[in-house]
């Protein structure tokens, strides 16, 4: 006997995909306005709200292949068009055709990363992504950005450092590099007392200059993936390289 599907979606984890678009689409009519902070902000909630909804899903069992898509489908608002409005309406509009190409190679570029993130979401191993997820790459661009413009960095250095790091950024979104995902901290379970404490200083480290902190935070881990990669192949090589003298002494 067949049994029915189940139709409808769960509201809770849904809601807050939608309050992520929202986020998102906010930022794209805040960055047409010259409103960059507000857009950087909008942009920045809506990457809380990402994370949010997919860890709510995941504790309350409410995952399902409705949530998964469209949550793809906001995260290309929210990631992908809006941090590439926001950078070509700031900075990379002045370089013509140029700026407005690396501007659609990065949304591009982080609509393949989705796409196969979808395709590959019961393949791989839960503790890394493959490629740098679009919501860090939105951050990193959305964070140069905010932290040219308070920092009053020159607009002629600020458009060729957006120029350059989207198409890092576009390069390291569609790559096989692993980053991890930080899918298996445990929120939820007891920690040492110790672990709230060094959380209280976490957060009033980044609330000192919280565009900065968080920008660093973003580099650090776009540089992750790379770094560890470069650590691994280094390993390997020495690992080869140990067996052949080995195999010649023998």
Same mark, same amino acid.
């Given at each position: 006997? /067949? ?22 689409? #906010? ?20 990457? +809380?709200?990402?994370? =949010?909804?997919?860890?709510?899903? *995941? ?6 292949? +409705? ?5 793809? =489908? ?15 309406? #700031? ?12 501007? +659609? ?16 979401? /019961? ?30 960095i020159p607009q002629e250095v600020t458009q060729y450092l957006l120029l350059t790091l989207t198409y890092l950024l576009s390069f390291l979104m569609v790559s096989t590099i692993r980053y991890?995902? +930080? ?10 007392? *110790? ?37 691994? =192949?280094?390993?390997?090589? /020495?690992?080869?390289?140990? /067996?052949?003298?080995?195999? =010649?002494?023998?």
């Amino acid at each position: 006997m /067949k049994t029915k599907e189940k139709r409808g979606f769960y509201i809770l984890p849904n809601l807050l995909t939608t309050a992520s678009m929202f986020a998102g689409f #906010y930022a794209i009519v805040a960055s047409i306005q010259g409103q960059w902070e507000k857009a950087v902000i909008a942009i920045l909630i809506s990457g +809380f709200l990402d994370g =949010l909804d997919g860890r709510i899903a *995941r504790l309350t069992g409410t995952v399902s292949p +409705f949530g998964v898509e469209y949550d793809s =489908l906001a995260d290309l608002i929210a990631f992908g068009a809006a941090p590439a409005i926001l950078i070509f309406t #700031y900075a990379l509009n002045s370089l013509g055709r140029w700026g407005w190409l690396a501007a +659609f190679l990065y949304l591009a570029c982080g609509a393949l990363r989705l796409a196969r993130f979808n395709t590959q979401v /019961k393949k791989v191993d839960a503790h890394y992504f493959i490629g740098l997820p679009i919501p860090a790459a939105a951050g990193a661009l959305a964070l140069t950005a905010i932290n040219s413009l308070q920092w009053q960095i020159p607009q002629e250095v600020t458009q060729y450092l957006l120029l350059t790091l989207t198409y890092l950024l576009s390069f390291l979104m569609v790559s096989t590099i692993r980053y991890r995902s +930080f899918k298996d901290l445990e929120w939820v379970r007891h920690k040492p007392f *110790r672990a709230s404490v060094l959380g209280v200083l976490f957060l009033v480290v980044i609330m000192s200059h919280p565009f900065l902190m968080l920008w660093c935070i973003s580099l650090i881990y776009m540089l992750s993936g790379p770094v560890a990669l470069s650590f691994y =192949l280094i390993r390997r090589r /020495k690992i080869q390289v140990e /067996k052949e003298e080995t195999l =010649l002494g023998g």
